[in-house]
Antibody, heavy 122, light 110 residues
Framework: QEQLVESGGGVVQLGRSLRLSCAAS????????MYWVRQAPGKGLEWVAV????????YYADSVKGRFTISRDNSKNTLYLQMNSLRAEDTAVYYC???????????????WGQGTLVTVSS | QSVLTQPPSVSAAPGQKVTISCSGS????????VSWYQQLPGTAPKLLIY???KRPSGIPDRFSGSKSGTSATLGITGLQTGDEADYYC???????????FGGGTKLTVL
């Protein structure tokens, strides 16, 4: 069955960097666009970034543009999120997620990981 | 301020029906598919509805979705206490080239 497992979260100081990973299994990872979605404590869902199935297209929320980079390694079935210049407002649970349709993006999310908590402290 | 607008909360009695609205614009809901997600406390979101009105396997037909113009609606019939959760709508915004979510609606089953 489809599974997404995030790792790499933790406590990091203001202005520092962190890289999240998401290991995918149970489906053909290279056929699907993948997302990062975050949720600050007690808040709603916030879309962060998406990368197309082949890595040729990627888009970011304005709140992270220029600081975060989404990437993927289809040979390793892994999605990444490089987070630089971290701010207090980046504190959140970060979810890795898969698009509902293969070879497309922007259609919705059918599988979510369990999330990894990133805490940015001073 | 979310791009998509949802009521912060709704409530109804067990066995009753409730609807949750999601309002957007032509650049998002008006020209893209809408999905709905359920998030139980302390868990990851779960897909309830995709492509405006389709249910993934395993989602009971008590849950339904519809879209008209720049608004979408989630309907839940035969409410159960286990339906108490936060519900989010989501779609793509073609003008911004980003995914967008509603602010979420907390459902209370009285």
């Amino acid at each position: 069955q489809e599974q997404l497992v995030e790792s790499g979260g933790g406590v990091v100081q203001l202005g520092r960097s962190l890289r999240l990973s998401c290991a995918a299994s149970g489906f053909s990872f290279s056929r699907y666009a993948m997302y990062w979605v975050r949720q600050a404590p007690g808040k709603g869902l916030e879309w962060v970034a998406v990368m197309s199935y082949d890595g040729s297209n990627k888009y970011y929320a304005d709140s992270v543009k220029g600081r975060f980079t989404i990437s993927r390694d289809n040979s390793k079935n892994t999605l990444y999120l490089q987070m630089n210049s971290l701010r207090a407002e980046d504190t959140a649970v970060y979810y890795c997620a898969r698009d509902t349709r293969d070879y497309n993006y922007g259609y919705g999310i059918d599988y979510w990981g369990q999330g990894t908590l990133v805490t940015v402290s001073s | 301020q979310s791009v998509l607008t949802q009521p912060p909360s709704v409530s109804a009695a067990p066995g009753q029906k409730v609807t949750i609205s999601c309002s957007g614009s032509s650049s998002n809901i008006g020209n893209n598919y809408v999905s709905w997600y359920q998030q139980l406390p302390g868990t990851a979101p779960k897909l309830l509805i995709y492509d405006n009105n389709k249910r993934p396997s395993g989602i009971p037909d008590r849950f339904s979705g519809s879209k008209s113009g720049t608004s979408a609606t989630l309907g839940i019939t035969g409410l159960q206490t286990g339906d108490e959760a936060d519900y989010y709508c989501g779609t793509w915004d073609s003008s911004l080239s980003v995914g967008v979510f509603g602010g979420g609606t907390k459902l209370t089953v009285l």
